[in-house]
């Protein structure tokens, strides 16, 4: 890959630049020649009234803001390598999308500086590396120079590597903060929209229906022109786990829903016992691991597993198992009831500690308590095919 340094002034590098809003993206510079956000790169990420400010802070001190990269398509055309977010900050303040503090401590938009600020502003020089190369060259770069800074997630790499009119329109759905859809996903689905944790998500949950990686899928999808599946896909499952579960408790945020929707979405379920039985989870104070309710219902109550319920502490197993295994010597039979009431060579064996498991006699899924009063002490065999009986 070859490469060029030049310099522009910020004057040239916001000339003809377009915000916009609504998707978070700067679009435009160097009069239009420059695509500030192509394809590949991320959402706008500097707009916190930190980062941002720290940028045009660094112009008025006169400090340097770091190299940028361009990619050069064609002699009047050119991509933003590295560097957007710093471009995108200076365009906004040139067009009073937001303010800094001056010396005073007054709020201040470039509108309203002095001439002789704006003027150090739009006169600072900036250093560009125009790079030419294939698109894997290219694409190879962009992902070394963005380790510095704020590194890029797993998925932004994959938009980078797969950037098509597949990834355009996935980001449009799935990163746009002002799709008015979030706010019934947000149920569902954890994570920073513009970070593209929900595209994240909505493809993991299409390609693991499929029985593919999020990459392959991409890989297969790259130059549709559509993204009707994923949609579909992503809101059917959104709908489904709405209709199963009226009210939406935090934990439910971040499941693997995807998974649990092609698990289980041809069972029938009635919404008001799931709403109650849920309540009822959520009162009790033997469930270790709310967000394992909702498997535990759906499943049918039977994986006790998923709820983390407590356990027996270890004074009361050494307990119970004193007491059973002197009550057992005493009988000529086993310490462990099952095999006590078999017929078979282990009827009298004595068991220790470590090979035995604390069961509660009643199932905690029909009532039983973890207290003393309800614990036996069984071989690991027996135990295990006990189950939740």
Known sequence: MK??????????????????????????????????????????????????VAVIDSLLKGYPLGLFYFNDVTKDKHEVLDGQQRITS????????????DENGHRQIFSSLTADKKAKIMESELLVYHCNGTESEIKEWFKTINIAGIPLNEQELLNAIYSGPFVTLAKAEFSNSFNHRIQKWVDFVKGNVKRQDYL????????????????????????????????????????????????????????????????????SYNPSKVEETVERLYDDDYVRRRSGIFEYVLGGETDTRLLEVRVFDNATKKAVYEQQTDEAKSKGVSNCPYC??????????????????????????????????????????HNQAKGNK
């Open 3 to 52: 490469t060029t340094l030049r310099t522009y002034t910020v004057r040239e590098m916001v000339d003809g630049f377009v915000y916009n809003e609504l998707e978070g993206k700067g679009l435009f510079g160097l009069s239009g020649k420059l695509a500030i956000q192509p394809e590949y790169q991320r959402n706008y990420l500097y707009a916190d009234g930190k980062r941002d």
């Open 340 to 381: 006590a009431a078999g017929h078979d060579a282990g009827k009298n064996k004595i068991w220790a500690i470590k090979d035995m498991d604390a069961d509660h006699v009643t199932a905690w899924s029909k009532g039983g308590t973890t207290d003393i009063k309800n614990c036996q002490m069984l071989c690991k065999p």
């Open 200 to 267: 994240a998500t909505a493809l993991s949950w299409v390609a693991q229906s499929k029985g593919l990686e999020t990459d392959q899928y991409m890989a297969a999808h790259r130059f549709d022109d559509n993204i009707n599946e994923l949609k579909i896909y992503f809101n059917t499952v959104i709908e489904w786990a709405s209709g199963v579960f009226r009210s939406k408790p935090p934990e439910m945020q971040g499941l693997e829903w995807g998974r649990l929707y092609e698990t289980y979405h041809k069972q």
């Open 90 to 101: 200076v365009g906004r303040f040139i067009t009073d999308k937001f303010a800094i503090l």
